[in-house]
Structure formats: structure tokens, C-alpha cells
């Protein structure tokens, strides 16, 4: 296993990248790309499955725990909670 790749997000935070025995993982760490949207989460790329999805928990303006998910098809999902708001949306590419 490799070792991992970090970046700070330009509010704080931290982005990694790592491979996993399926493909690569990409952790937040109280990631905020822009004032008062910060991010924590635990995402992960499966080539064989080419399946992309994110778990994601926000804070700071507002709140809410999402999952986005990409499939090989390009068909995208959105589902959750985000301020105080069920979320439910899916999409071709």
C-alpha cells in the first residue's frame, strides 16, 4: 500500500488521497473549500465496480449528512439530510 497523499482545503482541513485493495479512498478531514462549508466524509473509488461514492457530514452555515454517488453509466445520486431538507436527486451524465 502506498502511502498517503494530503492536502490542506484553502478554509482549513484536510483532503487524502490513498489507494485501497479496490481502487483509492478519499477522507476529509473538516474540509472547507469556502467560508462556513465545512466537510468531513469518507469516499472511495472501486474500479471493478466503477463506482464512486462520497459520505458526506457538513457544518458550519448550515448542517447535513449526504451521500453523492457516480456509477460506471455516469448515473449520479444525491440522498440525505441538508438543512433540515431531504435531499433526493439523480441524474444521467
Known sequence: METPT???????????????????VFPLTDCAFSAGFVMSSEGSYNYDQELFTLNVTVNGLTSGTVTYSRDGEGVRHITGMYDGQAVDVSAQE
Open 6 to 24: 494530503s492536502v490542506g482545503c484553502p478554509f482549513g482541513g484536510m483532503l487524502t488521497y490513498q489507494p485501497s485493495d479496490v481502487g483509492e
